[in-house]
């Protein structure tokens, strides 16, 4: 066996919710479908994780992460979207990564890099 060939193992979401916001995450799989899909190997940051039972969000019963993630727009320029994650989904459909390249071009295009 070719051992050099051998992808290593990603670290797994660490089980603390106090912990996600310190990382880049990179989802496993496709996620939804259509025009809000998020596809295979998007990288993600956490924003904010909510209590549970925090209103508005539905009846968690732990933390869940408000994830971002960068989408390119028709006109070539990066756009920030967001989304809410069940705690049990993030940790099964994320594994952490780097942080993504194109962060830093978005940065640049809003003259914070």
């Known amino acids: 066996m070719d051992f050099a060939a051998v992808e290593p193992v990603a670290e797994p979401v660490p089980e603390s919710a106090a912990q996600w916001p310190a990382h880049w995450y990179r989802l496993t799989v496709d996620f939804g479908e259509g025009v809000g899909m998020i596809p295979e190997g998007t990288c ?3 924003l904010d994780v909510y209590a549970p039972g925090t209103p508005g969000i539905g009846a968690d019963v732990e933390d869940s992460p408000v994830v971002q993630w960068l989408a390119r727009a028709p006109s070539g320029r990066w756009v920030p979207r967001n989304v809410h994650f069940a705690a049990e989904a993030f940790r099964r459909l994320f594994v952490v990564a ?3 390249p194109q962060w830093q071009e978005w940065l640049d295009q ?4």
Do not use: D, K
Request: aromatic share 0%; no cysteine.
């Open 110 to 113: 809003q003259g914070g890099g």
């Open 98 to 100: 780097e942080e993504p």
């Open 44 to 46: 993600v940051r956490v």
